[in-house]
């Protein structure tokens, strides 16, 4: 007993990861909440809506920003896009690249992961994109990699009914990724820009190369439009948990998202992940943090957190939940009837869906859509956790014992009040535990560096696959030949 305290007050030494867990449109996890008088998430148009939350968040110390985005709407609910439009179910939603500038040029320690996808966009473009905002942040730029999972998304910018298969999409995103490295690492030598005003040479042109890629799904000749920027590769951030998504998170992913409804149902996930980094790709799957989607709701009394959270729901979008979680799972709940019980209809995928959600519910409750709307209008698909900061912070404690992550993502009931009530509620609570720092480890450092909690840590990981890309300083291109 006294060594198994000891190794759990060893953890508790760990800090934790946080994250502010966002979207460039109103509401974002809790559909229907923008109607609060005091929610201010439908201002997410204005530039200073984001500044200010950049400055807010960073002098309270918070690792980073992480963005979602989706690019097509929430139509498969109804098989319309009326209940999202109506409710403001992540629709209309911003394209959120374009903000990062801004939220840095007004900070210098914060980190910013923008999630982006590969089935939608050329590579040798997003390159540039990617390398030019890492430039102007000062290398505090992560990159969320996702395949994309709306149909919506398939129509509009490929003019196809649906999108590639799920494995296809992860295929592609392979090669993808192989296209990124060339671009990013291997293309120019670390010191390719030597700035010779007498000789009046830029760039050495013996240190910078075309790329020559020509694979199934895609022909880049290069090179990369820009120079190396502050990382070279953006941190990279990943969230799929299927079985090939398990495997590119393993080889590619320094930071993985989860949502689910307990530590026990991302723990087995985790665990194999690391482990398929160690056998598969050679990484220390220990390297590879994880960071769990919960909101919570915080007050200094559980009465006070309570009575919120009943506010709170007072509010929420019954059509808006339904909209997301039919987009999220591509199941129509419309079909059912109101009080039909999920768990006992024909459709096995509907029956398995559901009784994830439920296994963790008294077991005597019943299950309808508009339970599943109930559990998904605040918070989407994650936990809610509501209580005093002790409460808490108890119950993220549980999943870093339970469920092996390493951080969170805290999503929002409220913009930004509920920020405000972690910063002022819970960090202090953490900190009297261990469990979140003073400051940032590497002050004006890279995203990388205050992540990992290295100076100079700058690029990928030894380990990582990227880090073999790289063309570094003083090397001859003969040397290095850019991995296939």
Known sequence: MAATTLA?????KKPLIVNAFVEMCSGHQSPGLWRHPDDESWKFNDLDHWVELAKLLEE????????????????????SLDPAVISGAQWPVNEPLSVVPAMAAATKNIGFGVTISTTYEQPYHLARRLATVDHLTKGRLGWNVVTSYLDSAARN??????????????????????????????????DAVILDR???????????????????????????????SPQRTPLLLQAGTSRAGKIFAAQHAEAIFTSAH????????????????????????????????????????????QAKHAEYRKYASTEGALALFGGWTGIDLDQYGDDEELREVESNAVKSTVTGYAKFSPQNSKWTKHTVAEHV?????????????????DGLERWVEEGGVDGFNFAYALFPQ?????????????????????????????YRENFYGEPGQKHPLPEHVAAKFQWRAGVPAEEHQIPE
Not at 158 to 184: P, S, W
Not at 418 to 427: N, P, Q, T
């Open 8 to 12: 759990v007050q060893t953890r508790q």
């Open 60 to 79: 309270a110390k918070f690792h980073g920003i992480f963005i979602a985005d989706v690019l097509g709407g929430y139509d498969v609910y109804k098989n």
């Open 157 to 190: 910018i490929h003019g196809k009914a649906t999108q590639l298969a799920h494995d296809d999409r992860y295929a592609q995103a392979e090669e993808y990724m192989k296209v990124m490295y060339k671009l990013f690492q291997s293309s120019w030598r670390d």
């Open 198 to 228: 007498e000789r009046g040479i830029y760039t050495d042109p013996a240190l910078v190369r075309e790329i020559n890629h020509k694979g199934k799904f895609f022909d880049v000749p290069g090179p990369a439009i820009t120079q190396p």
């Open 262 to 305: 307990s530590p026990a149902v991302c723990a087995k996930s985790i665990t194999e992940i690391r482990e398929l980094a160690r056998t598969e790709f050679g990484r220390d799957g220990n390297k590879i943090k994880v960071l769990a989607l919960v909101t919570p709701i915080l007050g200094r009394t559980e009465e006070e957190a």
């Open 377 to 393: 209008a605040i918070g989407g698909n994650g936990p809610i956790i509501v209580g005093t900061p002790e409460q808490v912070a």
């Open 418 to 446: 509920s920020f405000k009530d972690i910063i002022e509620l819970l960090l202090p609570e953490l900190r009297k535990r261990g469990l979140f720092w003073d400051d940032y480890a590497v002050p004006g450092g890279t």
